[in-house]
């Protein structure tokens, strides 16, 4: 796992969640990702754990999410980032989940 990843676990999530975390994160692998590459790997991964704000049920949910298409969890943290949660523009919510809204 990459240092600034672990970095982040160490900050949002308590410590006896580490190993979980971890765990969760690579049951999303370079299959999952396009050209198998690695930074799309690390891309998800750091996806996932921005919107799982310290939350381990977000982590397997996004994880599920990106095992299924890894752009879409790509997308949520981009746009998660760049609008606010009560955002009326149908174009940056159309594909985030309804739990992020």
Known sequence: MQKELLLLI??????????QII???RK???????ASSEANLFNTRHAILKLANGNIDQVRYY???AM???????????????????????KLTRNLPTQNR
């Open 28 to 34: 999303v692998t370079l299959n999952h990702v396009m």
């Open 63 to 65: 994880v599920s999410s």
């Open 68 to 90: 299924k298409d890894f752009r879409d969890v790509i997308f949520w943290a981009e746009t998660s980032e760049n609008s606010s949660n009560d955002c009326t523009d149908n």
């Open 23 to 25: 765990a969760e994160l």
């Open 10 to 19: 160490n900050n949002d999530f308590p410590p006896q969640q580490t190993e």
